[in-house]
């Protein structure tokens, strides 16, 4: 199985911009989510924030352009996301789940709703009680079979500046608890923090993918033969980056963020041997 998994797009309508921006803007969009959809994979991940608003012209603009592609595209909900409608409109313009299970022959795919509904003064995380719930009975179910979590918040205290206010799920929702009761451990997925960063902590290892306007990039995860490997897939064009310079820094609350390539270890992740599904 392969997937191809791309950080927070922040997909911006920008309309009250100059027209040279706006076309900056539009051709930066198209190209990078064309190289992502280009890639040969079972599933294309959004891991969240694929909008900057959250408005209708965002979302319906990119469902036109991915549904062209006929890909398995599934998006993480992300909290720019869910700032200006009610999640219920989010899922009828997208046709997506808030969350779900997808269960396949090599691993079994997990799907979070981390985020709050309409509420852009707090950009933290949470899972809802329900949700909890739903989480543990998946992982149980899982037997011995990998598990890949992706979810938009990092875990409270895993991968890069996840210990800062409003940049994980909040430590009072002890979702760590949960995923460490799987003995096997597994992998979690989550973007957010806009850096590169990859934790192994008991068993689990915590993978948070920076931004595309800061690095355009994807990750390819491939599991193969009961082993897993990720690499990291740089698009890298001097037109792309002209375009991104004209106008990412005039979005408001998108701030470039410092160091977000990372270190090399927390890029790619050599073969990993999983165990074997029951």
């Not at 981390?114 to 899982?142: C, F, I, K, Y």
């Not at 820094?249 to 041997?273: I, Y």
Request: glycine content about 6%.
């Amino acid at each position: 199985m392969r997937i191809a998994l791309i950080g927070d797009f922040h997909y911006s309508r920008m309309h009250h911009d100059s027209e040279e921006l706006v076309k900056a803007k539009e051709k930066a969009y198209r190209y990078m989510l064309q190289a992502f959809l280009d890639q040969e994979a079972d599933f294309h991940i959004s891991i969240g924030d694929l909008t900057h608003e959250g408005v209708p012209e965002e979302l319906e603009q990119l469902v036109e352009w991915i549904d062209h592609s006929g890909r398995q595209f599934i998006h993480v909900l992300g909290n720019h996301d869910t700032y200006s409608i009610p999640k219920a409109d989010i899922l009828a313009i997208t046709g997506q789940e808030r969350y779900r299970v997808i269960d396949t022959e090599d691993v079994m795919l997990l799907i979070l709703d981390t985020t709050q509904e309409m509420n852009p003064s707090d950009w933290g995380g949470t899972l809802d009680a329900e949700q909890l719930v739903w989480l543990h009975q998946q992982l149980e179910r899982s037997g011995d079979k990998p598990v890949f979590v992706f979810g938009h918040h990092p875990v409270h205290d895993t991968t890069m500046r996840s210990t800062m206010d409003m940049l994980s799920i909040h430590p009072r929702v002890d979702v760590k608890s949960v995923l460490h009761r799987k003995a096997e451990g597994g992998f979690y997925f989550c973007g957010h923090n806009h850096v590169n960063s990859l934790v192994r902590q008991a068993g689990w290892h915590y993978i948070q993918t920076a931004a595309c306007l800061d690095v355009p990039a994807f990750r390819i995860i491939e599991v193969k033969d009961g082993e897993v490997s990720m690499d990291y897939v740089r698009m890298d064009d001097p037109q792309l980056n002209e375009d991104v310079a004209c106008f990412y820094t005039r979005m408001p609350g998108f701030g470039p963020t410092a160091s977000a390539l990372g270190e090399e270890a927390d890029l790619r992740l050599v073969t990993q041997r999983l165990k074997a599904a029951r």
